[in-house]
């Protein structure tokens, strides 16, 4: 069943938080996984599933900072994951697999934006790779848990995926790199990954979403210096930040939660979600929201599918 790309009238907004979506939700015997739970959005996703009632697995590049920063909240747990690293990947995913529980929400929350040129694995550009083939590789290894889930799996996207469509040309800008090009491509992708997944997944009982948390200042920018910030309207002369054009991060949590826990959103998926509701589509270059219907193709969505099988080697559908 293929979900409308438009707004459903959830009642909730911009400045909902995550907290807020998860009133009256009991998530006491559900298992999440959030990527990169720690820090930023994925620190307070984790607060907020967690004091729903769900155990929260947290995988980390970096598990002794995550194990810090998770020290007051209860019912979670770290594990080692670079999404950089494929070796990585597969560990985490063979360690959680052999306890033999079922995951019924993955959030793939890490992210890296607009870093300098950088190469990992067998040369991919890093944003591609770490916040795309991390993720997709990540979600087909943990397929069989996934499956008996029967849950949701969010791709945390952005509105930077205006910035770029797919550059099948030179996906991984072999020919001249633009940090903001090269983030925008990988946010595309990972809304591309939710359409296909959900088109792949559904018949299993399990829906996929991609969502647009807002703007929030968090590590995620730690890559851009302070003059970039100021000329993007983040942050004034003094680096205090901007909170008319920004969310706090609880209200940038809101709504990966939201799609991951909704009733609302019983029996849809594949769609690009803003603000806690699906978003509009726009062609619009100045749309202050919405997706691009690039994003949402599904022709472009099993093309990608299929490239990133052949990168990563890993396909879970691939006999379907």
Known sequence: ?????????????ARSTAEEVLRGIDL???????????????????????????HVVVPARRPEAARQALGDIDGVEVDEL????????RGFAERFLATGRDADLVIGNAAIMACPETRVGPGWEAQFATNHLGHYALVNLLWPAIARGRGRVVAVSSAGHRRSGMRWDDVMFERGYDKWQA????????????????????????R????HPGGILTPLQRHLPKEEMVALGWIDEEGNALPASL????????????AATSPQL?????????????????????????????????GQAARLWALSAELTGVDAFASS
Request: net charge negative; hydrophobic share 40%.
């Open 28 to 54: 006491s015997g559900k298992l999440a996984i959030v990527t990169g739970g720690y820090s930023g959005l994925g620190l307070e996703t984790t607060r907020a599933l967690a004091g729903a009632g769900a």
């Open 266 to 298: 019983g029996g849809m998926g594949g769609v690009y979600c803003e603000d806690c509701d699906i978003a509009e589509p726009t062609t619009e270059p100045d749309a202050p929201s919405g997706v691009r219907p690039y994003a949402t193709d599904p």
């Open 1 to 13: 069943m293929t979900t409308p790309q438009h707004k459903i009238g959830s009642g909730f907004g």
């Open 208 to 211: 996929a979403f991609a969502v």
């Open 183 to 206: 983030y925008g491509q990988a946010k595309t992708a990972n809304v591309l990954f939710a359409v296909h997944l959900d088109a792949l997944a559904q018949a299993s009982g399990v």
């Open 247 to 258: 969310k706090t991060p609880e209200q940038g949590a809101a709504t990966q939660v939201w």
């Open 82 to 89: 670079d999404l950089g690293d494929l070796a990585s990947v």
